[in-house]
C-alpha cells in the first residue's frame, strides 16, 4: 500500500515535495506522535521531564520497543508472528526460575529458544507454511513450557540481571542510552548494510532475491533468528523490572508489538519496514497507555484504546490512499 | 495458486478397494484416525470409563467448538488470507449479552439467543467493514476488533449477572436415550453447513473465491461482497457457540472464549481444510472438534499437567500443518 504511494508521489509529485517526503519517510509521523505525547505528559507532570521522569516513563517500554523489533523482523518477510507474547513469557520464567537455580542450564535453555524459533523460520520457509497458524500453535507451546516450569507466578530473579536492566548514568538516564544505541545499531544494520537491504527484500520480492542469487531459506531463518533474540532481550528487560516471573506475562505484547511496526510505518503487504519508525510506534503506544493511567482512566480500557488506535490509523492510512488515487485519476 | 481438489471425482461404483481408497484418500481423513486412536487411548487408560460414555461426552463439548470452527472455515475457505481472530472474544461478550437477556428466565430463552446471535453478527459486520472496505488484513482486523470486544465485555461484564435460561441448560446436558440431545444438534448445523457450502450458488461462490478471487470476480461473483459475508457468518456462527457455552457451564464468564480462538483455528487446519483458501471440508471440522476434545479429554484422565496439553495442542498443529500433502501458500 504505503510502497504504492510513494511510487504515486514520485511520479506525480513535483521535485522538492517528492524529495522531501523520500527524505521525511514513513518514520516521521510516529516520531513526531511519540514526542507530542510525552510533550503532553510533562505538561499534565512536570516532573516527567526531570532524568528519573524520564526513567520512570520510558523504562517500562523498554521491553515493549524490543517486542516490536522482534515483530518488525517477521514482518519484513512478510510473516506475522502471533507468538512472540506467550515466547516473551517463556524467557521470564526462564530467567526467574531455572537460570537461579541451574545458570548454565538455564542459559542452554535460552540459547535453545533462539535455536527454536531458528527452527521455525526453517519450518515455514521450506514448506511453505502459513506463519499465523504456526506461531499460534507455537505460542501454546512457548505458555504450556512456561506453564509446566511455573505453574503460578513466582520465583525470583537474580539480582545481578535486574541490575543490569536497571543501569543509568548520573547525568543521561540509562533508558534513553539503550533506546539510542539499540535504534541505531539496527536501523544501520537494517538500512545501510547489503545484508540488510537483502532481508527487506525478502517481504517484497522473494523470488527476485533468490534470482539475484540470495538463499530464501538463509534469509528466513536469519529473520527470525534476530527475532528469537529481541524477544529474548525483550523478557530480559521485563524480568528485569519486574523481579519475578509469570508465564502470562507476555500476552499483551502480540498486538501491541504488531501496533507498534504498523503504526511506526510498516506494512503488511509487501513486508515494508521501518526501525526508527518501529521504535517511535512501541513508544506511541506504549506511552498511551501511560498516558491514560495519567488520566485516571482504568487500566480495563487501555487494551481496547490501544486497539482502536491501531484501527484508526490504518483506517487513515487507507483513507489518504483513497485520495492520492483520486487525485492520480483526475 | 493451482489448488487441486484431492477428491478424486470419478470412481468405480461397486467395488469395495475403490470406495476404501476414497475413504483413505480423502483430506479429513487423518482428523477421523485422530480421533478414533484418541478414543481408544482414554478407554484403555482409563478403568471403567465406558466407550459410548466417554465419546457422547466429548460430543457435547466438542459441538461448541464444532459451531466456532465451521465460522472459521468458511472464512480461511473465502482466502485471500481470512483469518477470524475475533471468535473469542465474540464467543465472551455474546454469553455475556445472551444471559443477560435470559436473566436466568426461560421466558426469555428466544430473545437471548437471538440477542447473543446478533452481538456475534454486529461483530462481524464490523470486521468486514474493516477488512474488505477499509482493506485491513484479516488478522490485524478481526484482532484489533477482538481486543476491543474484550474491553467492552470487561466493562460490560461488571453489571451484568451472568444466568442462562435454565431449559437452555437442559438442553445442552440432555440425551435422548444414549444419544446427547447437542450431539445431534452439531450433527444438524455440519450438515447445514455442508449443504451451504457445497451445494449452494452462495457456497460454491465462497470457494471460488478462495481459489482464484480474479477469475471468480470474472466469472460474475463479488470477491470482497462474498469474503465480507464469510466474516459476518462466523461472528454469528461465534455468536451461538458463546450462547451455547454459556448455557452449558450455567452461566457466562470471562474467561470463557479464551481457548477457542487457537482451537477454532485448530480444528479448520487439523481437519484438512485448506489454509490458503478456496477448499472447506466440514467433515474435518467436526472431526477435528471431536477429536481435541478428547485429547483434553485424555489429558485430564492421565492427569496431565495443563501446560503439557497446551504443548501438545500446538505441537499437533504446527505437525499437522507441515504434514499436509498440500503446502498452502504463505499466510
Known amino acids: 500500500m504505503t510502497?504504492?504511494?510513494?511510487?504515486?508521489?514520485?511520479?506525480?509529485?513535483?521535485?522538492?515535495?517528492?524529495?522531501?517526503?523520500?527524505?521525511?519517510?514513513?518514520?516521521?509521523?510516529?516520531?513526531?506522535?511519540?514526542?507530542?505525547?510525552?510533550?503532553?505528559?510533562?505538561?499534565?507532570?512536570?516532573?516527567?521531564?526531570?532524568?528519573?521522569?524520564?526513567?520512570?516513563?520510558?523504562?517500562?517500554?523498554?521491553?515493549?520497543?524490543?517486542?516490536?523489533?522482534?515483530?518488525?523482523?517477521?514482518?519484513?518477510g512478510g510473516d506475522i508472528d502471533l507468538g512472540i507474547?506467550?515466547?516473551?513469557?517463556?524467557?521470564?520464567?526462564?530467567?526467574?526460575?531455572?537460570?537461579?537455580?541451574?545458570?548454565?542450564?538455564?542459559?542452554?535453555?535460552?540459547?535453545?529458544?533462539?535455536?527454536?524459533?531458528?527452527?521455525?523460520?526453517?519450518?515455514?520457509?521450506?514448506?511453505?507454511?502459513?506463519?499465523?497458524?504456526?506461531?499460534?500453535?507455537?505460542?501454546?507451546?512457548?505458555?504450556?513450557?512456561a506453564l509446566v516450569i511455573l505453574p503460578t507466578p513466582g520465583g525470583a530473579v537474580p539480582p545481578e540481571i535486574a541490575a543490569f536492566t536497571r543501569f543509568s548514568t548520573p547525568l543521561i538516564p540509562g533508558?534513553?542510552?539503550?533506546?539510542?544505541?539499540?535504534?541505531?545499531?539496527?536501523?544501520?544494520?537494517?538500512?545501510?548494510?547489503?545484508?540488510?537491504?537483502?532481508?527487506r527484500g525478502m517481504g517484497s520480492n522473494a523470488e527476485g532475491m533468490r534470482r539475484a542469487g540470495w538463499s530464501v531459506i538463509g534469509a528466513k531463518v536469519t529473520l527470525y533468528t534476530l527475532a528469537g533474540f529481541f524477544g529474548i532481550l525483550a523478557g530480559l528487560f521485563?524480568?528485569?523490572?519486574?523481579?519475578?516471573?509469570?508465564?502470562?506475562?507476555?500476552?499483551?505484547?502480540?498486538?501491541?508489538?504488531?501496533?507498534?511496526?504498523?503504526?511506526?510505518?510498516?506494512?503488511?503487504?509487501?513486508g515494508e519496514i521501518s526501525v526508527v519508525g518501529a521504535v517511535a510506534g512501541a513508544l506511541v503506544v506504549g506511552m498511551l497507555g501511560a498516558l491514560l493511567q495519567f488520566l485516571g482512566v482504568s487500566s480495563d480500557f487501555q487494551v481496547g484504546v490501544q486497539g482502536l488506535l491501531l484501527v484508526l490509523v490504518l483506517v487513515l492510512r487507507s483513507v489518504a490512499g483513497w485520495i492520492r488515487a483520486a487525485r492520480r485519476a483526475r | 495458486m493451482t489448488t487441486v481438489d484431492q477428491t478424486p471425482q470419478t470412481s468405480t461404483p461397486g467395488t469395495a478397494g475403490a470406495f476404501v481408497g476414497r475413504v483413505v484418500r480423502h483430506p479429513s481423513f487423518p482428523a477421523f484416525i485422530g480421533m478414533i486412536a484418541?478414543?481408544?487411548?482414554?478407554?484403555?487408560?482409563?478403568?471403567?470409563?465406558?466407550?459410548?460414555?466417554?465419546?457422547?461426552?466429548?460430543?457435547i463439548v466438542?459441538?461448541?467448538?464444532?459451531?466456532?470452527?465451521?465460522?472459521?472455515?468458511?472464512?480461511?475457505?473465502g482466502g485471500n488470507g481470512g483469518i477470524d481472530l475475533s471468535v473469542s472474544y465474540v464467543m465472551t461478550l455474546s454469553a455475556f449479552f445472551a444471559c443477560d437477556v435470559m436473566g436466568g428466565q426461560d421466558a426469555n430463552l428466544v430473545p437471548g439467543i437471538l440477542a447473543g446471535i446478533a452481538a456475534g453478527v454486529a461483530a462481524g459486520l464490523v470486521n468486514a467493514l474493516l477488512i474488505e472496505l477499509v482493506?485491513?488484513?484479516?488478522?490485524?482486523?478481526?484482532?484489533?476488533?477482538?481486543?476491543?470486544?474484550?474491553?467492552?465485555?470487561?466493562?460490560?461484564?461488571?453489571?451484568?449477572?451472568?444466568?442462562?435460561?435454565?431449559?437452555?441448560?437442559?438442553?445442552?446436558?440432555?440425551?435422548?436415550?444414549?444419544?446427547?440431545?447437542?450431539?445431534?444438534?452439531?450433527?444438524?448445523?455440519?450438515?447445514?453447513?455442508y449443504v451451504v457450502l457445497k451445494r449452494t450458488s452462495y457456497g460454491r461462490r465462497i470457494e471460488a473465491v478462495g481459489q482464484n478471487a480474479i477469475a471468480a470476480g470474472l466469472a460474475g461473483t463479488r470477491p470482497s461482497l462474498i469474503r465480507a459475508s464469510t466474516f459476518v457468518l462466523s461472528g454469528g456462527l461465534a455468536g451461538l457457540a458463546g450462547?451455547?457455552?454459556?448455557?452449558?457451564?450455567?452461566?457466562?464468564?470471562?474467561?470463557?472464549?479464551?481457548?477457542?480462538?487457537?482451537?477454532?483455528?485448530?480444528?479448520?487446519?487439523?481437519?484438512?481444510?485448506?489454509?490458503?483458501?478456496?477448499?472447506?471440508?466440514?467433515s474435518g471440522v467436526w472431526a477435528g472438534a471431536v477429536l481435541l476434545t478428547l485429547l483434553s479429554t485424555l489429558g485430564n484422565v492421565t492427569r496431565l499437567a495443563a501446560g503439557w496439553q497446551f504443548v501438545i495442542q500446538g505441537i499437533l498443529i504446527v505437525l499437522v500443518l507441515a504434514l499436509a500433502r498440500t503446502p498452502g501458500s504463505r499466510r
Do not use: C, H, K
Open chain 1, 238 to 270: 521485563l524480568s528485569g523490572q519486574t523481579g519475578g516471573g509469570d508465564a502470562r506475562i507476555g500476552v499483551s505484547y502480540v498486538l501491541l508489538s504488531i501496533a507498534a511496526v504498523i503504526i511506526g510505518g510498516g506494512t503488511f503487504r509487501g
Open chain 1, 3 to 76: 510502497s504504492l504511494a510513494t511510487n504515486a508521489e514520485l511520479i506525480d509529485g513535483s521535485g522538492g515535495r517528492s524529495r522531501l517526503s523520500a527524505l521525511i519517510g514513513p518514520w516521521f509521523l510516529p516520531v513526531v506522535a511519540a514526542i507530542a505525547i510525552f510533550a503532553v505528559m510533562v505538561a499534565l507532570r512536570p516532573t516527567v521531564g526531570t532524568p528519573l521522569g524520564v526513567s520512570l516513563v520510558l523504562g517500562p517500554l523498554i521491553p515493549l520497543v524490543f517486542a516490536a523489533l522482534a515483530q518488525m523482523f517477521i514482518i519484513a
Open chain 2, 62 to 77: 466438542g459441538t461448541i467448538l464444532l459451531i466456532a470452527g465451521l465460522g472459521q472455515m468458511f472464512v480461511i475457505t
Open chain 2, 135 to 193: 482493506g485491513m488484513p484479516p488478522l490485524v482486523g478481526t484482532l484489533a476488533v477482538g481486543f476491543t470486544l474484550q474491553t467492552i465485555t470487561l466493562i460490560y461484564s461488571g453489571s451484568v449477572v451472568g444466568v442462562s435460561s435454565p431449559a437452555l441448560r437442559a438442553f445442552t446436558t440432555a440425551y435422548w436415550g444414549p444419544i446427547p440431545v447437542i450431539g445431534i444438534f452439531g450433527v444438524v448445523v455440519a450438515v447445514l453447513a
Open chain 2, 38 to 59: 484418541a478414543w481408544l487411548a482414554i478407554v484403555a487408560l482409563s478403568s471403567g470409563r465406558g466407550w459410548w460414555d466417554t465419546f457422547s461426552a466429548a460430543a
Open chain 1, 175 to 199: 533508558v534513553l542510552i539503550i533506546l539510542v544505541v539499540v535504534t541505531l545499531v539496527v536501523a544501520l544494520f537494517v538500512n545501510r548494510t547489503r545484508y540488510g537491504a537483502v532481508l
Open chain 2, 243 to 282: 450462547v451455547l457455552a454459556a448455557a452449558y457451564a450455567g452461566g457466562a464468564a470471562r474467561n470463557l472464549g479464551d481457548n477457542y480462538q487457537l482451537a477454532s483455528i485448530a480444528v479448520v487446519v487439523i481437519g484438512g481444510t485448506l489454509i490458503a483458501g478456496g477448499r472447506g471440508l466440514v
Open chain 1, 85 to 145: 507474547g506467550s515466547y516473551i513469557g517463556l524467557v521470564n520464567v526462564v530467567i526467574a526460575v531455572v537460570l537461579p537455580s541451574d545458570f548454565a542450564l538455564g542459559l542452554l535453555f535460552l540459547v535453545a529458544l533462539l535455536i527454536a524459533y531458528a527452527a521455525m523460520g526453517v519450518l515455514i520457509a521450506v514448506r511453505r507454511l502459513p506463519s499465523i497458524v504456526v506461531t499460534l500453535g507455537m505460542s501454546f507451546v512457548w505458555l504450556g513450557l
